[in-house]
């Protein structure tokens, strides 16, 4: 018993420094470590393109003229003709008036033509015309003024929508009936001490200094596009000079503005954010690009996207069931029976 004994012993330590050399079996709950997905490498910009079309200095650009910049839209040509020509012509008819009314009375009550002052204290007749004539000139105004304001607050049927948000500080496009969203942020300068490594700087074919974007929202042109304005923090506020478009966004609150480019006007429009919405306000620009309608749809395309119009492939029509020829049914036989032996039996 004893040599039974100290033979299990040293089997047993015989059998321990193996078993702890053997490497042990993963367990069911541990996966493996997958690879790190490559970063693919970013494409290199095209100028001309869609997305990157080259701006005409002379359209969509602020180049430091008193009026309005050039009207792209019909309401804002609508807007800038009210402006223009009624508005202008009006404050310029009352300026001289008014002018000419106290230059004359400069000079007819003067002290030494009126050594003795008049004492009247009113004028029926004065009084009836400094009522009626600013109520015509007002009634004037309102007439186109409301024209106005109808046709920009009264969209047509919209053939594509584009939400804007505004953060702190940039601006994000959605197209949602196309599956397209992007955020679209300022480019800065080369020698931007807060350039980040790798970041893309401003080139002037993208547009002028604090203007050019890393992305554009691109639209069709002659198409009727609804744009709902909003924002995730504070106030701001989305301006496109050249479209007659200025509409605040609001947290918690979508607005609703709409533009249709003229047939002949594509190119790339700037704007800015017009609100004070913070220490970096004057760094949020926006970036309109309008393109044919064609060049829409490939731009659409290469963001991954789908065009609204386009309907799923039908169905195979499923080929006309032709009900099966009816089984003929088996006939029974009765057999015959002698109803004379069956009567007699």
Known sequence: MRLIGWAIALAAAGLTPAAAQTPSAPTENTAAAAPAPATPAAQPIVYGSVGHMIPNPEAGIPDGRKGVQEQVTPVGQEAA?????????????????????????????????????????????????????????????????????????????????????????????????????????MLKEAGDPTLAKGERTRDDRDGPPLLAADERMVIPVGQVVKFIITADDVIHSFSVPAFWTKLDANPGQLNETWVKVDADKTGVYFGQCSELCGARHGFMPINVEVVTPQQFEQWIASKGGKLASAKPAAAPAAAPTTPAAAAPQPVTTQPATNQAATAQN
Not at 131 to 137: A, E, G, K, N
Request: charge should be positive.
């Open 81 to 185: 003709q009210f402006h223009n020509v009624i508005l202008l012509t009006v404050c310029a008819l009352i300026s001289a008036l008014v002018l000419v009314l106290l230059a004359w009375t400069m000079w007819r009550y003067r002290r030494s033509a009126n050594p003795v002052p008049s004492r009247n204290s009113h004028n029926t007749l004065i009084e009836v015309i400094w009522t009626l004539v600013p109520v015509m000139v007002l009634v004037g105004i309102a007439i186109p003024s409301i024209k106005l304001l109808r046709h920009q607050y009264t969209p047509p049927p919209a053939q594509l929508t584009v939400k804007i948000t505004g953060h702190q500080w940039y601006w994000s496009y959605e197209y949602p009936d196309n599956g397209v969203s992007f955020d679209s942020h």
